[in-house]
């Protein structure tokens, strides 16, 4: 037996399906079961976003510049370079 944790953003449409197939398959196995946790912190800091407009902008100006094209890609160990890890 073993125990598989996985993180899952809820509200996205691939999401959906994958826990949809996971609960439906869940309940026609004895081998399967599945427990839902919340992360501790996630609402909170969703709602701290959603409520500070500077963050909004600089969420919405990072995402327009991706769009154009203006953006950069990191590799992993630049970004954890970048970051001091």
């Known amino acids: 037996m073993a125990t598989y944790t996985i993180k899952i953003n809820e509200k996205s449409k691939k999401a959906k ?3 949809k197939f ?3 398959y869940a309940q026609t196995s004895e081998d399967i079961s599945i ?4 992360v501790p912190g ?3 800091e ?6 500070s407009p500077a963050m909004l902008e ?3 100006s990072a995402e327009k510049h991706m769009k154009e ?3 950069r890609e990191y590799s992993l ?3 954890k370079k970048k970051m001091g890890l």
């Not at 427990?35 to 919340?38: A, M, Q």
């Not at 969703?46 to 409520?51: A, K, V």
């Open 17 to 19: 399906t994958f826990i």
């Open 22 to 24: 996971l609960t439906d």
């Open 35 to 38: 427990k839902r946790e919340r």
């Open 42 to 44: 996630a609402v909170k």
């Open 46 to 51: 969703t709602e701290y976003i959603m409520s």
């Open 58 to 60: 600089r969420i919405r």
């Open 69 to 71: 094209g203006k953006g």
């Open 77 to 79: 160990d630049e970004l």
